[in-house]
């Protein structure tokens, strides 16, 4: 055989290497998809309450754990790896088909186990216990066989002369960029367009698909290694044995496990750093989908680069534990970099959204580069770790499986520990930029730990004094990076800065500032208003927002025939709950998910009256939906307050399961009263919101709160009760409603807007939001920065002007109904809807045909649309023409208009006489006199009372 034919049957046997490799990636990607359908999915069956979701993200992580301690002690038979690999691709692949159905499952024994520990139900055992349980149930054979992937193929790969931490750089790193690619599809892209179920299983076909080409590629390689020689089984080839030393280094069994003790702490470290950028950078960049996938796209694609680039910055270097100490050193320093980027991210935002105008899709652009800056040189060095510790431990190619397998599960071990204390105790107790500091203390106490043992492989000279000034730079660095101010990070610049004027923020006191379990929660003041901000976004004030908060509780309590037991989603600033009380309900039920809003609630007590003392109320902190579903009997009154519909997971509380949900807990006559903002969507997110309630709910009408909010009221059956008995409770309770704006009752039923099915064929043509497909959370944040609310009040008004307040039709309607087409009319002239106004105020003076005002309005409506024939018809077919002055005077409005100046000016002479002071007539009859004369007689020259 010749060189040249040696040459090339090298290169064939590389070809299913660099396939192997192109497999990894995609299933690393399959890995990612799959974790966030599912953690999407067992939220909706076990809440989405923080600790029930950390429980199921560390029974993930476990799982991950276990399969990499199984494969380190099943990766003695090399040559079979590959085709063992290509099994454990198979068999996740058939899971996550089959997931969709096991989910359902799931469901229902999820049920089960709430009824069978209802006995004992608490907040522990409902979110800790019970999501334990169905997570380790449901998760542990795909995330074990998910972990037993790496170890397995990185020993089936391994082979040849060489450094080993080459290949396992190269494995890890395009797993780990799958894994980043997953995120965009899984996370962006799939679950929207397909929804979950749908998602799952194309995951799960690739995975097969995958599976299927590399047991291929092992049969294939099995067949020509059969073939081959004798003398050519050293040659490099993939899929052979080859027990060859990787590493001179000696180290005892106390530093190895030393080392795998510290490299679990360093990936407690690295998930505490995770979780606490993510809250760090949704503060100035929102909480919507997009950006907390963006901060997990940037960590992985920060690790995923950092282990791919291992063969570069150590090609040539004997590795030991100084260069460990350097990595963890420059970790630390990473960190404390990134504590001072944050501090100042909402002024860099504020720079990005002027220099892209607004644009959505650049601003997630800016973004990124922003939180590349921030993450890159920590996430960097964190992916250089484990090809690191993989070269640095393993001392043949035979045992690198165990080994990788080994440090995998350590630090896997050590993750799962950083996401039961970051999010359950640091973050919390510390906050968030404390928690950072205490991350990079462990990775810079790493750092020195690894330099002192390493102190017995080299002697003290130039590198004691390198390591000794980084250690002092970076404790130097984390102690005078300044800390965050809650003025600058509560701004909230990710919704408001289009009405923040350049680029310096405005003033605002900060009453209150602590990060909870889910986000952080602040008390703030500006321009004398008090506001609750939820990671800076305002969810509820003292100004503008106190219509809302009472309406949301005074409407369907004058509505409701009965109001004894109320379910209320939201605490917010406890002014609903307060409204609510005011109507003497025997039970409220308050569910909140987070406790520091509790806490910021006392600072509301001069407008929700100190509801805590209250023992009609009990405030419940847990996931609402999950609550609801758990509870026995029925409510007379569900109000529904959650945040906006573009903030991550608040889409699953406007879908047609959870509407579903409160329909079925609802009594026979029990009403649901939705919030829902109009500012900040578009029109087509407003009628999808809108047709997944109207596809619930029988009975349902719209009702306007405070400005760019409804209300949406929907009924099991139409309202049954009295509008006498309504006006007199709107009475009883007239100072809680002035307090939203409402001055009597008249200006109440105003605020009705329309029925459902006069807008029915509006959003019927428009698809669902639902569990498994929940498009509001992935629409809605495009349309953050417009607002097109009054344009959609008035349409909605222009659907539904005919209609009145859900009131019986068979009750005789009082003076203050009848005037509500005309009140309307007024909204509709004003949205510019002229035509319908006539129609309007046509079908009013059905109703009242003596109401003069209604008639003046008519007849100038007219006039101005050039009807003046038939404006002139309806003056005088009134009888009290010619003894009402305003009448009189609209009359003469209309002669004018018909060129008829002489007889106009009569018709103003007898207004005149009819009310001699009243304002508009003489300014007409001073028109007049001025076409007819040339001369200006102001009429104020004449009445100095007038003009006073």
């Known amino acids: 055989m010749n060189e040249d034919q040696l040459e090339l049957d090298q290169n064939m046997d590389h070809t299913p290497f660099r396939g192997l490799i192109i497999v990894f990636f995609l299933s690393g990607m399959c890995g990612l998809i799959y974790e966030i359908a599912w953690m999407r999915r067992l939220g909706l069956s ?37 085709g063992f690999y290509a099994s454990l691709e198979i068999m996740i692949g058939m899971y996550g088909c089959a997931s969709p159905y096991l989910l359902d499952l799931a469901d229902q024994i999820q049920q089960i186990l709430d009824q069978t520990l209802l006995p004992i139900q608490s907040f522990f055992v409902s979110s800790f216990i019970v999501p334990c349980l169905l997570a380790f149930g449901f998760l542990l054979i795909p995330t074990v066989a998910m972990g037993a992937t790496l170890p397995i193929i990185i020993q089936g790969t391994a082979v040849g002369p060489g450094r080993i931490g080459r290949p396992v750089a190269l494995f890890y790193g395009t797993n780990t960029a799958g894994a980043m690619l997953g995120t965009v599809l899984g996370g962006l892209v799939l679950v929207p367009i397909l929804g979950i179920s749908l998602t799952l299983i194309s995951a799960g076909c690739c995975n097969i698909l995958l599976g299927s080409l590399v047991w291929l590629l092992y049969h294939k390689t099995e067949q020509r290694s059969a073939s081959q020689p004798e003398e050519r089984t050293n040659l490099p080839l993939p899929f052979t044995e080859e027990k060859t030393r990787v590493t001179e280094v000696r180290l005892s069994k106390g530093v ?65 534990l100084v260069h460990c100490s350097y990595l963890h050193i420059g970790i630390s320093l990473g960190i404390s970099f990134s504590i001072m980027l944050i501090g100042i991210l909402p002024l860099l935002f504020l720079y990005l959204f002027r220099i892209v105008h607004g644009s959505f899709p650049l601003l997630i652009a800016g973004e990124f580069l922003l939180a590349m800056a921030t993450l890159f040189v920590p996430t960097l060095l964190m992916g250089l770790l484990f090809p690191f510790f993989c070269e640095l431990l393993t001392r043949t190619k035979a045992e690198v499986g165990s080994i990788t397998g080994k440090l995998g599960a350590y630090n896997t071990i050590g993750a799962v520990a950083g996401i039961f204390l970051s999010g359950l105790l640091f973050i919390p107790w510390l906050g968030s930029e404390n928690t950072l500091r205490l991350s990079s203390s462990i990775y810079l106490g790493l750092g020195l730990l690894w330099f002192l043992l390493s102190r017995k492989q080299h002697k003290p000279g130039l590198t004691d004094r390198n390591v000794s000034i980084l250690i002092g730079l970076a404790i130097v660095f984390l102690v005078c990076v300044p800390n965050w101010d809650p003025t600058v990070l509560s701004q909230g610049v990710f919704q408001y800065a289009p009405q923040i004027e350049g680029t310096k923020l405005p003033h605002l006191d900060v009453l209150y500032c602590r990060d909870g379990w889910t986000a952080q929660v602040a008390v703030t003041e500006q321009n004398d208003i008090r506001g609750l901000r939820i990671n800076g976004k305002v969810d509820g004030s003292d100004g503008r927002d106190m219509k ?62 100190s509801i805590f003392s209250d023992p009609r109320l009990q405030i419940i902190i847990d996931d609402a939906r999950h609550r609801l579903r758990n509870h026995e009997g029925h409510f007379d009154i569900i109000i529904n307050e959650p945040s906006n519909p573009w903030i991550r997971g608040i889409a699953n509380l406007f879908s047609i399961e959870f509407f579903s949900l409160c329909r079925q807990k609802l009594s026979d006559h029990g009403i649901i009263c939705q919030w829902l903002h109009l500012y900040g969507m578009s029109e087509l997110d407003t009628r999808i919101a809108l047709n997944s309630f109207f596809h619930v709910f029988d009975t349902v009408s719209i009702w306007e709160g405070s400005m760019g909010d409804i209300l949406l009221i929907g009924m099991k059956q139409p309202i049954r009760k009295d509008i006498t008995t309504i006006e007199q409770e709107f009475i009883e309770h007239a100072t809680l409603f002035q307090q939203a704006g409402l001055q009597d009752f008249e200006q109440f039923l105003q605020g009705h807007v329309a029925r459902g099915k006069s807008i029915d064929h509006w959003v019927s043509q428009t698809t669902l939001n639902t569990d498994d497909r929940p498009v509001l959370e992935f629409t809605a944040p495009f349309n953050l920065y417009q607002d097109i609310s009054a344009d959609i009040i008035g349409r909605l008004i222009l659907m539904g002007y005919r209609d009145l307040p859900p009131i019986p039709q068979h009750i005789p309607l009082k003076q203050t109904a009848q005037n509500l087409l005309y009140l309307r009319s007024m909204k509709l002239l004003s949205a510019g809807f002229r035509t319908e106004a006539v129609e309007l105020l046509d079908d009013s003076l059905q109703f009242h045909p003596e109401n003069r005002n209604i008639i003046y309005s008519l007849v100038i409506y007219l006039m101005n649309m050039g009807e003046l024939e038939r404006a002139e018809s309806i003056l005088l077919g009134q009888e009290q023409l010619d003894n009402d002055a305003l009448l009189q005077l609209a009359y003469a409005r209309v002669l004018h208009g018909m060129g008829r100046r002489q007889e106009a000016a009569q018709a103003c002479m007898r207004a005149t006489e009819l009310g001699p002071a009243y304002l508009p007539t003489k300014i007409f009859c001073s028109t007049l006199e001025y076409d007819q004369t040339g001369v200006v007689n102001h009429p104020f020259d004449q009445h100095d009372e007038l003009r006073k």
């Open 46 to 82: 076990l809440g989405t309450s923080h600790l029930a979701i950390v429980t199921v993200l560390a029974v993930y992580m476990t799982g991950l754990a276990l399969g990499y301690v199984w494969a380190s002690s099943h990766t003695h038979i090399q040559k079979k790896c590959i």
């Open 548 to 609: 809302t908060q009472i309406l949301l509780a005074g409407l369907p309590a004058l509505l409701a025939p009965s109001r004894k037991h109320v379910f209320i989603l939201g605490l917010g600033t406890g002014v609903t709950a307060q409204a609510m009380l005011e109507f003497n309900p025997d039970q409220v039920i308050c569910c909140e998910i987070e406790q520091r809003v509790l806490e910021a609630a006392h600072f509301f007590s001069h407008i929700n009256e």
């Open 256 to 320: 190895v496990m030393g080392v795998m003790l510290g490299y679990s702490l360093a990936g407690l470290a690295s998930l505490t750093c995770q979780v606490t950028w993510s809250r760090g950078l949704i503060l100035s960049f929102g909480s919507s989908i997009y950006a907390f996938s963006l901060v997990l796209i940037t960590f992985l694609g920060g690790v995923a680069l950092g282990s791919l680039l291992f063969p570069v910055f150590f090609r040539k270097k004997r590795l030991d």
